[in-house]
């Protein structure tokens, strides 16, 4: 048996399988087993829910279901995967996560992948599920080892201050590397000037039309840069005996490098349209919450309709009908109404401050974290003092320099960005500190996060959407062609027309006519109308849409964020290199065993 190295960090050790987490949500055998979704609901929840939330919660219960079955077919064993000795798929597989609902969309990913890159060539060597089974194993202990580490991590600051801070790197590089400064003839390549100010050794050299070798070159540079990622996870996060096997390891490195990182990262997620059309996904998904599925005046209108089809509703009951309405629709009538719907609005606004503010009292202080990995550290923490800092308050995160870099607030409302940068000061810098760490501002953005954005309940209806854009109907999609340059600008148009929807109408026309001459221009213009308007609107919605149009400047920005996420959760992939990852945890003759 290898003998390992003495002296090594504990991290580096050899460590036994990752035990199973206990499962705090239905059990996975209800989905696969039933017929029918549970629609039955209290009477005072079926009045909340609207009729698109019920059929949503209809979609999403069949999904399941499909997606359960899909799995006990393709991962779990044969004799007990149908029939009266049917177990549940919690007791036939082992757990992915703590959570059965994330388990479930997991493993329909897995499934899908194993039955269309492992069967399509493994089931016609031998019928046996003993290699898929260690497969299903692998990706089981990397699922449990990542929630560990997860556990560990700075969210908050990972989520709105380091992956904003690329974010808006990367769009100050985009828009320096489109500045024109040169005449055409002596101009220097956007991509070339991009690459130069966010150098990546994956992505170097630039790859040009006419240059063929290039572009191969940077093609090998960009796969061994994705094997080094996956073998450097692997490293950290396989049982010792499982990682002394190349042939598994081999396999979820090139599933995990080639098909994860290479087709769906490092392929789609970076084109343009696909980012386009994602924010256009989500801006309809926003604005269908928001929205009523039908307004007081048109259910009014369908009940009268039937009404007088049927013959119940006499004339003089219409007349009498539209004097009230006549009455209804004066101006103290009107006036009654909107002061009491700010009214209840400012009441609810109220209620919601004051006890998140009660509830920040609660909200436990954070630990103090390490300055190089971010890293929560306890008591008994190995690190010197002087290697911990405290956390930065949330105010000062990097999410809201994005936000005013997105929106261009510094040109459009400089005075309006001056005062929000003095508010900050003096609540994270002045002797009260309220918006300072721990403060009680600081609470009680904090407590709001983790509440409505950083919950695990999103993360399963998350996973379900991820899975059915990329594999509809559970399985491989054929490969969608490129759209063309027009399709591709109506993709834009359409993802402008969804972000300016979820602005209010009068807050949009007041904030782009202080933006462009043209916007101005054209509200001004005798010619001018609510579409010309909308059209200046969409123009520089879309104009802000173009930091995301150039693929291989996209590259950059999402390999930078794996990249930053990886280093996160395994800061040994930092700190040493694969080599000696592997050497650590396999011996000096790892190579000379295989």
Known sequence: MTQVPLGLPPYLLPRPKAPPTSSSTTSLHALATSTTPQLSRSSSQSR????????????SDVSDKTAAALVRRVLCPPSHASGPDARAIDVLLPPLTSSNDVDLQLYAIIAIVVKEFVYSWYGQITPDQGFVGEVVRIFAHCTRALEQRLRTIDMERLVFDEIPHL??????????????????????????????????????????????????????????????????????????????????????????????????????????????????????SVTARVEGTATGEEIEANTRSRLEEFGLLSETNGKRHEHIKMHRSTAVSDALWRILQYGYLAFLVIRFTVLGFLAAYAHPS????????????????????????????????????????????????????????????????????????GGLVD??????????????????????????????????????????????????????????????????????????????????????????????????????????????????????????????????????????????????????EE
């Open 443 to 592: 609470n009680f953005l904090r407590s709001l996060l983790a509440t409505y954005v950083l919950t695990p309940a999103h993360l399963p209806p998350l996973l379900r959407t991820l899975r059915t854009a990329l594999f509809p109907g559970n399985a491989l999609a054929p490969p969608r062609a490129v759209p063309a340059p027009e399709e591709q600008l109506a993709i834009k148009h359409r993802c402008a027309s969804a972000i300016l929807g979820l602005i209010p109408p009068a807050v949009a026309r007041r904030f782009f006519a202080t933006g462009s001459p043209a916007a101005a221009a054209a509200a001004t213009s005798p010619s001018a109308d609510g579409d010309a308007e909308r059209r200046a609107m969409l123009a520089e919605v879309e104009a802000a849409l173009d930091v995301f149009g150039d693929a291989y400047m996209n590259k950059h920005l999402v390999f930078g964020i794996v990249e930053l996420c990886v280093v996160r959760l395994m800061p040994e992939v930092g700190e040493m290199g694969v080599r000696d990852l592997m050497e650590a945890r396999l011996g000096e003759g790892w190579e000379d």
């Open 167 to 284: 974010v808006e790197g990367h769009i100050h590089a985009f828009r320096t590397s489109h500045q024109i400064l040169y005449p055409p003839s002596i101009a220097v390549d956007p991509r070339t000037v991009y690459h130069t100010l966010v150098p990546h050794p994956a992505f170097s050299p630039v790859p040009k039309v006419n240059a063929h070798a290039a572009v191969a070159e940077q093609s090998q540079n960009e796969e061994a840069y994705r094997q080094l990622l996956a073998q450097g996870a692997l490293a950290v996060l396989l049982p010792t005996e499982d990682l002394g096997n190349a042939c598994l390891r081999t396999l979820v490195a090139d599933v995990i490098g080639d098909m994860i990182l290479g087709n769906g990262i490092g392929g789609k997620a970076c084109e343009a349209w696909v980012i386009w059309e994602g924010i256009t996904k989500l801006g309809e």
């Open 48 to 59: 909340q829910n609207s009729p698109s939330t019920a059929v949503s919660s209809f979609q």
């Open 366 to 437: 954070r630990p103090l974290t390490s300055r190089r990995h971010g890293r929560a550290e306890g008591a008994a923490g190995a690190r010197p003092a002087s290697a911990l800092s405290p956390s930065r308050p949330l105010l000062e995160f990097r999410i809201f320099s994005l936000i005013s870099l997105l929106l261009d607030l510094s040109h459009r409302t400089p005075w309006f960005v001056g005062w929000l940068c003095l508010a900050r000061h003096h609540l994270v810098r002045r002797p009260l500190r309220l918006g300072g760490d």
